[in-house]
């Protein structure tokens, strides 16, 4: 997994500032975002050591992530093939950096530290519309039985 050199300070700064312990995290969390604003951007320059993929997937939600945003990117369901692995890496990493690019903007835009942006992306995704609703004690109790 290749990190975009154009965005290491603020993946160093997400890192440092935003509780995010690994490069992994940042990345996971970057491609969620370019994947929710439609942001997918290639890059050629990376930074430092890529990510194996072994580390990146090893934590069980990685790579569900990495293989949900491909499969709802690319239509066709042989995106699954273990030999086209490279490609659904390929697909996690534009998210990524775009996503990253992202975050900078609202950055710039905002005058708020990284970490802060990120905090209020998360809570304007849950607050979506399409997120859960609020529903009321008694509807969460409704069929409950003591």
Partial sequence: MRRPAAHEALMKELQDEGAFPTFRDVLLLAAAVGFRQNRRAGFTL????????????????????????????VDDPEIMDESRLDERVRIFEEYANGGLEYIQEQTNVRHQPAALVVRELVVEALDDEKGAEAVSVDELLDGLKW
């Fill in 46 to 73: 990376t930074a430092g050591e890529p990510i194996r993929y072994e580390t990146l997937s090893a934590r069980g939600f990685s790579d569900t992530l990495i293989n949900m945003i491909a499969v709802n990117t």
